[in-house]
């Protein structure tokens, strides 16, 4: 099977990403989401992308004008998964909002359309008997800002059709990415089973009282060598998917730190609005982050 026609459910941060980038590389993309008001934040977000990757990428603008074109817009999810061949999901990251979109999708998508969640740290396999079609569905996973840090790791279920597995390594390959497939399902794929580690470990170093978010981010910097801190990297990847990951397993284990960090995050941004670089302002403000500045790393 061949990929021509893709669906993206959910703009988010990463949503609007995979649809541009597929725009990108000449596919048609259609783009869902739950209201017209959403899709308008989605077209303004698609525009920032456009010039992020005419200055990242050196694309002209009539290559991203042209990538623009390729995108519809749709809140009728019967409508958007119309005669597509793969649907790539980037809801929120709550398992009960992911399992009842599969169980709607299941009834309106073609036989034939491939089915991929973008989840961060959840299996496929907990959602392959909600999509009615476990065979044709798996995990395709991208890391933020994709158009930089073009990594898109692919992980089945047991009971994904390798025919199926193939197709997506190989879409994935073809919008531009290096595609990493995993040979077994795995609780946040390779890149969040090392990297969820650390923002944890920032976190209760901030919540414990233990240093500030500047002089965390700085440790980890100049000791390490890399561009972002912990912190910079949360504000990157999005509050709200930070404080749904802390909270879920908040939930789950009970742990008393863990409690406490989502109580934190919560009152501290999510109830404040300060949700990352897509709002402004999360543990930094943007657009231009004390962490950038020359002086941050003395």
């Keep these: 099977m061949t990929i021509q026609t893709v669906t993206v459910a959910g703009s988010g941060v990463l949503g609007a990403q995979i649809a541009f980038q597929t725009a990108v590389h000449q596919f048609q993309v259609h783009v869902y989401d739950i209201s017209d008001a959403v899709l308008e934040k989605a077209k303004a977000t698609f525009q920032q992308l456009a010039a992020d990757y005419q200055r990242d990428l050196h694309l002209e603008k009539a290559d991203t004008d042209a990538a623009l074109g390729r995108i519809r817009y749709f809140t009728d999810l019967a409508a958007a998964v119309k005669n597509i061949d793969l649907l790539i999901e980037a809801i929120p990251e709550n398992p009960a909002i992911k399992t009842a979109f599969y169980q709607q999708l ?30 044709r569905f798996v995990a395709l996973h991208f890391a ?33 990415m290096v595609a990493l497939p995993l040979h077994k399902e795995q609780p946040g794929y390779i890149v969040n089973s090392l990297l969820v580690p650390l923002l944890d ?20 910097m100049v000791a390490t ?41 919560k009152s ?13 302002e999360g543990f930094y403000q943007y657009p231009n982050p004390a962490y950038q500045r020359p002086e941050f790393l003395q």
Excluded at 268 to 280: E, P, R, S, V
Aim: glycine share 8%.
């Design 106 to 135: 299941a009834a309106v998508a073609d036989p034939h359309t491939i089915f991929a969640t973008n989840s961060s740290t959840m299996l496929p396999s907990q959602f392959a008997a909600a999509t009615g079609r476990p065979d």
């Design 144 to 176: 933020n800002e994709i158009w930089k840090h073009n990594t898109a790791e692919i992980m089945g279920h047991p009971g994904t059709d390798k025919a199926t597995f193939d197709t997506v390594v190989a879409f994935a390959k073809s919008i531009g």
């Design 268 to 280: 501290n941004f999510i109830d404040k609005g300060k949700l990352g670089t897509a709002t402004g």
């Design 225 to 265: 060598g890399a561009p972002l801190g912990p912190f910079g990297i949360l504000d990157v990847v999005g509050l709200t998917t930070a404080y749904n990951i802390t909270n879920m397993a908040a939930e789950k284990t009970k742990d008393p730190e863990k409690i406490k960090a989502a109580a934190y995050l």
């Design 201 to 220: 470990a920032a976190t209760s170093l901030l919540v414990k009282g233990v240093a500030d978010v500047e002089t965390i981010d700085k440790t980890w």
